[in-house]
């Protein structure tokens, strides 16, 4: 079956609406017109009736012995000069005295309801005797002295000509409401096609087929969505969404964002017209990671789609990440490490000394392996042993003096905090440690993780340069950085894992040289 278009329904809607209207309106202007016609034809027939009973002619006449010579053409000359359908003079008899038919003289009157003009009194009704239907006005005539009632005049309009008149009348009305609805049309035709423009020329079917397919995208995807207008009220979430942050999408839309979301930057993103990526907020117990994208709509923004997800999937798949990494960093320094060893041993093999060549290779190994075993045993996290074995390995590489304090150790994390993140903040603090001493001639980093009570300290000593006043006003801000080639990301992603657990971070010049950072993450 053919289905009718949006813009035909809307055009037949508009136009079939307006018709009615101006039907309805007709109706009521003519029945309007005709009413107020009828009347002004009544009151012009009393007038006229009350003229014709008032006649001191009309009067004498009807006493006479041959009434109807007089009133005759009488009547007949009102009738004309007022235009009126009839003026019939009658006695108290009923009998006619005039009549515009004048073979209807000297006859009774047809069988009408004239009870109140028989006892003096004057009306307007209507009715359909002898002549056609018609407005009429009855009143009684009196002798000149005004104490005896001696007949009547009944002077009528036919309806034919009160419709006629109230056509008349009508007609200026007609043209005007066939104007408008000629206009209703036009209109429209234009307004069904700006509605099928507002919505891109689809049907509505087809814009509920849309809406079913994007709630189904919206339900596979396997992140949470929510969709907000630019005063930050919820217009829409998934279920991955509310089954995060522990809502019902029933609950939620139509609510302020800031009640889920406290942490987000929207301000930013609708205000600015600015997508903010990979954003860290703690929500409940958990802490996630969202995309917060404006909506544009005409070059304006309207809202904006938060995407976000679980940190702790996403970690778990960094943290394989990053430990291929971190395996293949140790694996690259021992590789070069081992190397150089190697020629000390070939070249003790070449020299002939055999004896010194075994002593070196069994020297290397064992202490290798103790600073292996050693780790193992006072760090349990696999991947922040890993990370500092690794680094051992590197520094030794790099011929920097890189010492772990004897009370050193890690047996669990701090709260809201994985191993992803506490390897950040040692990888990036050694990092930056290894930048300050690239050019110092006595190269010595120091790294000491201790529990204190309810706190984990993390603390790196390095020798290089003190930092000045003005660089450590700065040195936490988001792409800041001494160092050429540098992102200046390090200390701020620090920064941004100690926001959300009310860590602190914080540094200072040491006396004979050097810089200590140290971080406090509570448990």
């Known amino acids: 079956m053919h289905k009718r278009s949006l813009q035909y329904k809307v055009m037949v ?270 929500v409940n117990d958990i802490i996630i990671f969202s995309n917060s994208v404006p909506i544009t709509v005409d070059n304006k923004v309207v809202g904006a789609v938060i995407s976000f997800r679980d940190r702790t999937e996403i970690h778990r798949l960094a943290e394989e990440l990053t430990g291929v990494h971190g395996f293949v960093d140790v694996l690259r320094a021992q590789a070069h490490e081992f190397k150089n060893k190697l020629h000390t041993i070939a070249g003790l093999i070449q020299l002939q000394r055999y004896e010194e060549a075994v002593d070196f290779v069994v020297d290397s190994g064992l202490e290798r392996q103790d600073v292996v075993d050693w780790l193992s045993r006072r760090i349990e996290d696999p991947t922040v042993c890993g990370l500092l074995i690794g680094k051992v390995s590197h520094m030794r590489e790099l011929g920097i003096d890189f010492n772990i304090t004897p009370d050193t150790a890690l047996t669990n994390l701090p709260a809201n905090m994985n191993s992803g993140d506490i390897a950040l903040i040692i990888g990036n603090f050694l990092q930056n440690a290894i930048d300050a001493v690239a050019e110092a001639k006595d190269k010595r980093i120091e790294f000491s993780m201790v529990r204190l009570v309810n706190t984990l300290e993390i603390r790196v000593q390095n020798s290089g340069q003190h930092i000045s006043e003005e660089v450590a006003m700065h040195i936490y801000h988001r792409g800041f950085t001494t160092k050429q080639g540098n992102s200046g990301l390090g200390l701020a992603l620090i920064l941004d894992k100690l926001k959300l657990v009310s860590g602190e971070i914080f540094h200072r010049n040491l006396p004979e040289g050097g810089v200590e950072f140290t971080v406090w993450l509570p448990y």
């Open 13 to 282: 809607l508009n136009i079939s609406m307006i018709f009615m209207l101006l039907l309805v309106v007709s109706v009521l202007i003519v029945s309007i017109i005709d009413r107020q016609v009828q009347e002004d034809m009544g009151e012009q027939a009393m007038i006229i009736g009350r003229i014709v009973a008032q006649s001191p002619a009309v009067q004498q006449a009807i006493l006479s012995e041959n009434p109807s010579q007089v009133l005759q053409p009488l009547s007949e000359n009102w009738r004309i000069s007022s235009e009126a359908a009839f003026i019939i003079v009658a006695n108290m008899d009923q009998v006619r005295l005039s009549h515009p038919i004048p073979s209807n003289v000297g006859t009774h009157l047809a069988d009408l309801y004239r009870e109140p003009v028989l006892r003096g009194e004057e009306y307007i009704y209507i009715a359909q005797g002898s002549l056609p239907s018609s407005i009429r006005a009855n009143v009684p005539i009196y002798n000149e002295t005004g104490d005896k009632q001696i007949g009547f005049v009944s002077v009528g309009y036919y309806l034919t000509n009160v419709y006629k008149d109230a056509f008349v009348k009508f007609t200026p009305i007609l043209y005007l409401f066939l104007v408008a609805i000629v206009i209703s049309v036009f209109g429209s035709v234009l307004i069904a096609r700006n509605i099928k423009k507002s919505i891109f020329g689809l049907e509505p079917y087809e814009i509920a087929t849309i809406v079913k397919e994007k709630q189904a995208t919206l339900e596979a995807i396997r992140e949470g969505v929510i969709s907000v207008d630019k005063n930050g009220s919820i217009r829409l979430l998934n279920s991955e969404a509310a089954a995060l942050l522990g809502i019902t999408p029933e609950v939620a839309c139509g609510s302020h964002i800031d009640t889920i979301l406290p942490q987000n930057r929207l301000d930013i993103v609708i205000n600015n017209d600015q997508s903010v990526y990979d954003e860290e907020q703690r």
